[in-house]
């Protein structure tokens, strides 16, 4: 046995128990959602960059989550397209350990995010006269660097706890990625311990973002009913719909995946809800967030007018 507890040099990832006709049609579905995620996220990022009636607070941080959006798609898509060729995809034991740290902080990283995007939202709708003040540049990069730092201490201790386990059941990990429920699977050592503090490091992540969201959203809805007008109640209402529809996203697929624990869980079911987030949700979120935001419609307008202008020239 070496020194890090493990018999296993690398691992098999088995991907998808489907026919070889459908694995190809699942290739180019997955991969042609891969390019719309990173043309829509990277575009977002471009847009806001480049449009200074997007300079806000509320846009910085959605370049944050779209950039974000980007990276663990990049960790996760190319991955799960190499395990749609027959016999699966082999992937070194390091590769697989950095595969779940990286994926492990971004998506804890989005947790904390969406939930200084609610308080920046609190804030916004509750104290307009002082959202400058409150919100300043120095406090948009102290609050996105607050979300990484938590979400660093998480991974840390999340990747430590399951790589210090010996795998040697077996190398064969019946998913698409190095994802926690299979990787317990395959440890030949007592997991529950470890276990424990892990769906504890997940709950807490969770139940603290999500207690974040919910006490912003309700100094937020009990602002909108003091507002006489039904149009100043959708008009301001409107400025958060698109952040709620992100949240019961992401969270509700989160909450199905980790916070189950083992007993009575399938792999299938598992692979079905990964596939939503890991492919799902980074490609819908600009398109939710474009669809539903006057502004970034209109500046999507004058980009598409420059567009033309310039094809005219």
Do not use: W
């Amino acid at each position: 046995m070496e020194e890090n507890g493990t018999l296993v040099k690398e691992f098999v990832l088995m991907g998808f128990t489907v026919g070889a006709g459908l694995q190809m049609v699942l290739f180019f579905t997955f991969l042609t959602l891969y390019l719309i995620t990173m043309g829509g996220n990277l575009g977002m990022i471009f847009l806001i960059q480049s449009n200074t009636h997007l300079q806000t607070p509320m846009y910085f941080f959605l370049s944050h989550l779209s950039f974000l959006d980007v990276c663990y798609s990049s960790v996760i898509i190319p991955q799960m397209l190499e395990t749609l060729k027959p016999g699966g995809a082999t992937i070194a034991y390091e590769r697989c350990a950095t595969q779940f740290f990286f994926f492990t902080l971004y998506a804890s990283t989005e947790c904390f995010l969406l939930a200084v995007m609610a308080y920046d939202r609190y804030v916004a709708v509750c104290n307009p006269l002082l959202y400058a003040t409150a919100m300043t540049p120095q406090t948009r990069v102290g609050l996105v660097m607050g979300a990484y730092s938590g979400a660093m201490v998480n991974t840390v201790i999340r990747t430590g706890l399951t790589f210090s386990l010996s795998f040697c059941k077996s190398n064969y990990v019946d998913f698409f990625f190095c994802d926690l429920p299979p990787l317990l699977k395959l440890s030949c050592m007592e997991t529950g311990p470890r276990e424990l503090v892990i769906y504890l490091l997940a709950f807490t992540v969770i139940t603290t973002s999500i207690s974040i969201i919910l006490i912003s959203y309700l100094f937020i809805i009990r602002a909108i009913l003091g507002i006489r007008s039904l149009g100043g109640r959708a008009k301001t209402f409107s400025t958060c719909a698109s952040h709620m529809t992100a949240v019961a996203l992401f969270f509700g697929t989160l909450i199905f995946m980790y916070l189950r624990g083992n007993m009575g869980k399938s792999l299938e079911e598992d692979k079905i809800v990964s596939v939503f987030y890991t492919v799902a949700i980074p490609m819908l979120n600009p398109i939710i967030y474009s669809l539903r935001n006057k502004e970034v419609k209109e500046a999507l307008k004058k980009v598409f007018n420059r567009v033309k202008i310039s094809q005219a020239v």
